[in-house]
């Protein structure tokens, strides 16, 4: 019966083209603005490492001074140069990594390349393993290098190609700030959205290209960028050891909730250390927050986006009451025929099922069409001066979920004219007929 | 076994303003191969016993057996099942699907049926045929005259071989000429077995009816010819209204 169903639903369409039309134009808007808008929610709000998520911590501590102290006030979203240190020598988590962003100039050894610069991230080691760098060939340095200051670095692969031509960089010199550095590692495209293990730049940055020792960064006075929030004037390099300022993030690994609970228990010693000390002079202030958490925290989703989608979800709803209207009239204007069938046969169930796969068909259609304006859409939001602008494209699960919303828009909408459709009494209509 | 067994059946319509008996305590019987005529003035009650009769509407009080299986705690599925297997109507206005041609149209009870595509076929071009427009098959209704859509229509009603056809004025919107072809068609069809139940308002077209039953105020009387197997109801003829 499906498809005699199916042969009606065409039959109906082709009496009243307009109708139909109307109808599909108000589903294929509805869904095409709700696609688009939840497509760019999506991209930003996805997880950006899945299956780790809830295993990375980044760690917040308030090394600030007594003066202006607020109790319960949030400690500061990064780290001073001497906690990094002290946390990653202790290396009490699973695996820590310290960082910060920077900016260098490269210098090509291929004739007819001039010097450029590039987004780097001087790190320690256990950056690679804790955020799933995917390496191509080569592997990250050592902990060895890490604490020498090895002139080494990981490339990634839009840069090996420009340098060299391939991939296969492994071994070769990467001439950075003046400072030749050996190449011992080429990662794939990578590019975690939102860039969550350090949201000072942009948040949906792309991906480093170049990622060298966190000391080596030091040794060679690479430029870093990112903020940098001094509470006390530094009496010499904010970016030394001692200085009273943050600049850096920590990301812990923990791979359990009682290592974390642990973890944050060990901070807070840590903490009362420092004050025994004389180093803090707040109470310990800790916050240990994973990836989850410090989105969530950070407010990444930008509050317009999240409107945005609010909105065109009314618009979808005010589609869907619009093509409940017209449904309406549309069934009803055919009682007599309802009758018809009825008085030959037909069930109630029967002619709810014609009418709603009537229904589901008009669905089907402005879904498609409703694809082809989310994706229109999707191209507007790609010229759109926002750092997540060209993350904003249909994935496979979108692609899903727009047929299914359209599918399910219809068939809710056609749920209650089908219902009153086949309510119809088929003894009033063939007689007054 | 009858094929149509009603026993004080009643039909009471409820607004909130009023209740109206359209039929009062009906009893009646009609054999395999009868050709029954029911007459009376409009509001009567007429209708709405066929609409009984044909399981489009269903009885307040009383038993209705069609063709020996009580209809009366049916659901619609049920319902709607037997009337399309033991069923097929005829109506005045034809209530034909103007957008079906007269293939699909008489296509229509076969489809809710569940028969398959060489059967319904069969049937449909055995039914045109027998209404003599299996040339026209592939018109739609507006092509056609009133006479030749009321033969369509009685095409789909018999498409399915039903023991009952049930009309509802079915000369009502045909000149004299034709409503003596579907008449005719009527009978032939009755002649071969079919029961034939019509309802008119026109004493020429119920005087060629075997037996007719005149319904007056909701109250069903045998007026003629045939062995006494109505009985007037027990209550009283006149209709009520209750505010």
Redesign the interface.
């Known amino acids: 019966?499906f498809a005699?169903y199916l042969d009606l639903a065409r039959?109906s369409f082709?009496?009243n083209v307009t109708l139909t039309v109307l109808m599909i134009v108000a589903i294929a808007f509805g869904v095409g603005a709700s696609m688009t808008t939840l497509t760019v929610l999506h991209v930003l709000s996805v997880d950006p490492i899945p299956g780790k998520s809830q295993n990375l911590y980044v760690v917040q501590l308030d090394p600030r001074r007594a003066l202006g102290y607020i109790p319960g006030q949030e400690p500061l979203e990064q780290m001073t140069r001497a906690e990094s240190e002290a946390l990653l020598r202790a290396a009490t988590a699973d695996r820590q990594a310290m960082m910060t962003s920077g900016n260098a100039a490269v210098e090509p050894q291929r004739s007819g390349l001039a010097p450029f610069f590039v987004d780097g991230r001087w790190t320690t080691t256990d950056f690679f393993p804790m955020f799933q760098v995917p390496f191509l060939t080569g592997a990250a340095w050592s902990r060895d290098d890490d604490t020498s200051g090895a002139r080494v670095a990981v490339i990634a692969r839009p840069l090996a190609d420009k340098l060299y031509g391939t991939t296969q960089a492994v071994g070769r010199t990467i001439r950075v700030r003046g400072n030749d550095l050996r190449v011992i590692g080429v990662i794939d495209d990578w590019r975690p959205s939102p860039h969550f293990y350090d949201l000072n730049n942009d948040t949906y940055a792309k991906g480093e290209q170049l990622f060298v020792p966190f000391s080596t960064s030091r040794d060679l006075k690479l430029d870093r960028s990112g903020s940098l929030d001094c509470w006390d004037e530094p009496s010499g390099d904010p970016l030394a050891v001692g200085a009273p300022c943050v600049w850096l993030q920590l990301w812990v690994e923990l791979d359990s909730k009682d290592k974390a609970a642990a973890y944050h228990d060990y901070l807070v010693s840590y903490s009362l250390e420092q004050m025994r000390v004389g180093r803090f002079q707040r109470p310990p202030n800790v916050r240990l927050r994973n990836v989850t958490e410090w989105l969530e925290f950070k407010g990444v989703v930008p509050n317009d986006v999240r409107l945005q989608t609010w909105i065109s979800a009314g618009f979808l709803l005010v589609c869907l009451i619009n093509t409940v209207g017209l449904l309406l009239t549309k069934f009803l204007r055919r009682s007599?025929?309802i009758?018809?069938?009825?008085?030959?046969?037909?069930?109630?169930?029967?002619i709810f099922l014609q009418l709603l796969i009537e229904a589901g068909t008009i669905g089907l259609v402005g879904g498609t069409l409703g694809l082809g304006l989310a994706w229109l859409g999707l191209w507007v939001v790609r010229h759109q001066p926002a750092d997540y602008a060209d993350l904003a494209r249909l994935d496979l699960p979108m692609l899903a979920t727009t047929f299914a919303l359209a599918i399910l828009a219809s068939l809710l909408a056609g749920l209650l004219p089908a219902w009153r459709g086949c309510q119809v009494?088929?003894?009033i209509q063939?007689?007054s007929? | 076994m009858p094929m149509l067994h009603m026993k004080d059946v009643s039909k009471l319509f409820r607004t909130e303003m009023v209740e109206t008996h359209a039929l009062r305590d009906l009893t009646l019987e009609v054999a395999d191969g009868e050709f029954l005529a029911v007459t009376g003035p409009s509001g009567s009650g007429k209708t709405t016993f066929l609409n009984i009769a044909g399981l489009l509407e269903e009885l307040t009080g009383g038993e209705y057996l069609l063709d020996g299986v009580n209809v009366t705690q049916l659901d619609d599925r049920a319902r709607s099942r037997l009337r399309n297997e033991k069923i097929g109507f005829v109506f005045q206005s034809f209530n034909l699907i103007p957008d079906l041609n007269l293939l699909d149209n008489v296509d229509v009870p076969l489809r809710y049926r569940g028969l398959g595509r060489a059967d319904r076929k069969r049937r449909i071009e055995a039914a045109l045929a027998r209404v003599g427009l299996a040339s026209r098959a592939r018109h739609y209704p507006a092509e056609l005259s009133g006479g030749q859509q009321q033969r369509v229509a009685i095409a789909r009603a018999i498409a399915g071989d039903p023991k009952l056809l049930l009309a509802d004025e079915p000369t009502g919107n045909l000149d004299s000429q034709m409503a003596r072809e579907v008449m005719q068609l009527l009978e032939d069809l009755n002649a071969q077995g079919t029961v034939v139940v019509i309802v008119t308002h026109d004493p020429e077209i119920a005087a060629r009816a075997q037996r007719n039953i005149h319904i007056v105020d909701g109250v069903a009387s045998d007026i003629e010819r045939a062995p006494a197997l109505v009985r007037p109801g027990r209550a009283a003829a006149q209709p009520s209204a209750q505010g």
């Open positions: 019966m005699y039959r082709r009496r007599v025929e009758g018809v069938r009825r008085a030959l046969g037909a069930s109630k169930r029967s009494t088929p003894a063939l007689k007929h």
